[in-house]
């Protein structure tokens, strides 16, 4: 894979180079910019297969960089140093991003990551829901579009379409509307992620051990029978000790 680095601390260039050779004989490094400037004209010039980018850069943002040149054709994984905003976006825009210092170990997973998805594009939409949730996530607003990732490439939904998550080992189940339609996609993540993703929202709240739903779906709790009728006329149970904490907050919306 043809490879740049854009960053703005040389020290970030030299624990990359390092750690990548000679692990990873596949990978290529051909150009190292300091800037979103300089990161542009390498991008256009070489046409890389893998860029490792920059979130935050003196002239701008690694997302600037992306914005200017359009829909990119080749993969990216972000470099943060623990930039919660940026973190957030990344999660929502199913991206892979690293943080600094750089560890040899999430290194060699983001890229096996990768190297099975090199037949696949990032998508504009992708790239803009990223962008979106890292300016409303600055702004302390939630983010209301996610990419899910599944195993027929990336799904973009719409937060509130959301009626519910199933834990299916180690995946999710994503039940959500459409125009009305019920739909389904797995996600190739496990719920555990998800409920970090979604706790901001105060309408989305874990149930059970294996279902997380969205209140503003639910139509009817049925005490007696511990379970919530969602919009979809779908079942979710609801489990003891989460009994109390759904009246008062179903009772608050």
Not at 146 to 164: F, K
């Amino acid at each position: 894979m043809r490879t740049i680095i854009i960053d703005d601390e040389r020290q970030t260039h030299e624990a990359l180079s390092r750690l990548l050779q000679p692990a990873n004989q596949d990978v290529e490094i051909i150009g190292n910019g300091y800037s979103v400037a300089e990161g542009l004209v390498l991008a256009r010039q070489y046409q890389p297969d893998l860029v490792f980018l920059d979130v935050e850069m003196p002239d701008g943002t690694g997302f600037d960089l992306l914005e200017k040149l359009g829909n990119p054709a080749f993969h990216v994984v972000f470099i943060t140093a623990h930039n919660k905003y940026a973190e957030t976006a990344f999660r929502f825009g199913a991206l892979d991003f690293l943080t600094k210092p750089v560890s040899a170990e999430l290194l060699s997973s983001a890229l096996d990551r990768v190297r099975k998805r090199q037949s696949e594009q990032y998508t504009l939409e992708q790239l803009q829901i990223a962008l979106e949730t890292f300016h409303q996530a600055k702004a302390k607003k939630l983010p209301q579009r996610i990419a899910i990732s599944s195993s027929n490439g990336l799904e973009m939904m719409t937060v509130s379409e959301i009626l519910y998550l199933d834990a299916d080992l180690n995946y999710t189940d994503f039940h959500y509307l459409q125009q009305g339609k019920k739909n389904k996609i797995t996600a190739s993540l496990n719920l555990k992620v998800y409920e970090e993703h979604f706790s901001p929202y105060p309408e989305f709240m874990k149930v059970h051990r294996s279902h997380i739903v969205n209140l503003m779906m639910v139509d009817r709790y049925l005490k007696g029978e511990s379970a919530l009728v969602m919009r979809d006329g779908g079942l979710v149970a609801v489990a003891r000790g989460y009994r109390e904490e759904v009246e008062l907050r179903l009772g608050g919306i």
